[in-house]
């Protein structure tokens, strides 16, 4: 008896996608045999370039609500499985007969893949995952010099009981997990663009939306690990209101104390808020539930290279580049401990290197002028602060930096003058 071929669709939301729908749609086109998308209020051609692939388009309200919008959409499956995509993601080549021969399967119900979220540059991450050089593996992603590969699932057996949940970050793992279905690991890779191409205003839009969102989802699961976790980073990265932060990741590590990653973000807001011993206490807790990530050792470094325990530091930003994550902000801090150890050449040469790699990120600078004081190179400093206040946005270390130029300045002025009196 032959076996029926199983099916696929792409299931998709959007709104005002137009810019990158296409080339979403053009990726998996060539394999699946359905693609329906949900429009929640396009003001663009998204729903044309939609059809134009043979894609039924269904209008969709938009309620506040990512999983609302998703399910809406799943009331229309037709085939034996589903795939997720948004339209700044991609499939490679391969991505597509490795789903193929997913899909045959009898057992899981579901699959967790890669998501690889592109990036501008090296000093960016999402979560606790710092970012990894690009390999390019993908031609689309070579204008990217970064990547951060975070878990996902989108792919999974159109089953009644398997829908999303969550407001904001939503996702269907609860559902599978309440069914007790079986899931499967994937090696296909999700390309994901939006970071790296969306325009900073629209970025911060979005910021915003996922923020207002995950106010709603906390508020409906006070005590979710994992909306806390969320609003925690939302503070934490977007709002840069670490000591807000502090208090969702705090409540974490009190209703899931074995939580590695509440007690790591927990160790980095205290870092930002200078409680550096107290921080320390928290990302040791981490490292001890089996948290050995870039993040981790980065964020060790930080509390050390504050306290002026430049030894530990250094150490620390090793370990940072022995795991292949290495930024240029953690490689400008292992200069300046360097530096305050005595390798003073080798100690400016990487702070260089880490400027150079990076030259539009300003902290950079900031570490370089500040060390090359340090040393007496007073040429170096006022260069680097030079080059640091043409790129805008000065702030009071600034001004300070270059009043305690101004009075080196003065002060060697004044020994050259002494000295050629003497003489």
């Known amino acids: 008896m032959l076996q029926m071929k199983r099916t696929v669709e792409l299931s998709m939301i959007v709104k005002d996608g137009a810019s990158v729908l296409a080339r979403c749609l053009q990726s998996v086109a060539p394999f699946v045999d359905r693609i329906i998308v949900g429009d929640t209020g396009s003001t663009d051609d998204s729903a044309t370039i939609a059809r134009g692939f043979g894609a039924e388009v269904v209008s969709i309200p938009w309620e506040q609500d990512f999983s609302r ?22 499939l490679d080549a391969a991505g597509g007969a490795r789903i193929s021969k997913l899909i045959d399967s009898h057992i899981a119900f579901a699959y967790h893949n890669p998501r690889w979220n592109y990036m501008r540059d090296m000093n960016a991450r999402l979560g606790f995952q710092t970012a990894k050089p690009n390999p390019v593996t993908f031609e689309e992603s070579r204008p990217y010099p970064a990547y951060v590969p975070l878990p996902t699932t989108r792919l999974f057996r159109s089953h009644p009981g398997i829908y999303y949940e969550g407001c904001v970050h939503e996702t269907i793992t609860k559902r599978l997990a309440a069914l007790n279905l079986a899931t499967g690991r994937a090696d296909f890779v999700v390309h994901h663009f939006g970071h790296a191409e969306d325009a900073e205003t629209d970025r911060q839009k979005k910021d915003e939306l996922y923020h207002v969102l995950g106010e709603k989802k906390l508020c409906a699961n006070p005590d979710d690990p994992q909306a806390l976790i969320e609003m925690g980073l939302a503070e934490l990265e977007h709002a840069r209101r670490p000591a807000a932060a502090l208090a969702h990741f705090e409540r974490v590590c009190e209703l899931s104390p074995e939580s590695a990653a509440a007690w790591l973000y927990a160790g980095v807001c205290l870092v930002r808020l200078t409680k550096l011993p107290e921080a320390l206490v928290r990302l040791e807790r981490a490292s001890s539930l089996g948290l050995q990530t870039g993040l981790l050792y980065q964020a060790v470094g930080d509390a050390h290279f504050h ?15 022995d795991l292949g994550e290495a930024s240029p902000l953690s490689e400008a801090k292992r200069g300046a401990c360097d530096v305050n150890l005595g390798s003073v050449a080798e100690g400016v040469r990487r702070m260089q290197r880490a400027v150079e790699s990076a030259p539009a990120y300003g902290e ?19 260069q680097t602060l030079q080059t640091r206040l043409r790129m805008g946005k000065p702030t009071d270390f600034h001004f300070k930096l270059a009043a305690v130029l101004q009075m080196e300045f003065k002060a060697r002025q004044d020994v050259q003058a002494m000295q050629q009196i003497a003489s």
Request: aromatic share 8%.
């Open 69 to 90: 919008a998703r399910n809406r959409v799943l009331e229309h499956r037709k085939c034996d499985w589903i795939l997720v995509l948004d339209a700044d993601e991609m």
């Open 307 to 321: 306290s002026g325990n430049f030894t530990q530091a250094r150490a620390a930003y090793v370990q940072v580049a």
């Open 364 to 382: 950079l600078y900031d570490i370089l002028a500040a060390a090359s004081l340090q040393v007496g190179n007073l040429l170096l400093a006022t």
